[in-house]
């Protein structure tokens, strides 16, 4: 019976970037259909949409790239 390899930790910061970045990128979908009263400087160029997206594209690489490497 063959031994399994332990994956590394950057396989599980990538589907934790992953995931917190769909979640910030969710609220920003929310916050874009549903503004808030006081707004904010640059509330109109919307970075939680931006800055999730980033971090899903990076989490998701990650990942991916990592979940190859342990197979």
């Known amino acids: 019976m063959a031994a399994?390899?332990?994956k590394p930790i950057w396989y599980f910061v990538?589907?934790?970037v992953l995931v917190i970045?769909?979640?910030v990128m969710?609220?920003?979908i929310y916050?874009?259909?549903n503004p808030p009263v006081v707004k904010t400087v640059l509330?109109?160029?919307h970075p939680n949409i931006w800055?999730?997206?980033i971090m899903m594209l990076f989490g998701g690489g990650m990942f991916?790239?990592?979940r190859k490497q342990s197979r």
């Open 43 to 45: 509330a109109e160029t």
């Open 21 to 23: 970045g769909g979640l």
């Open 31 to 33: 916050i874009l259909f």
């Open 14 to 16: 990538g589907l934790i």
């Open 51 to 53: 800055w999730g997206g």
């Open 26 to 28: 969710v609220s920003g």
């Open 4 to 6: 399994k390899e332990m």
């Open 64 to 66: 991916l790239k990592m």
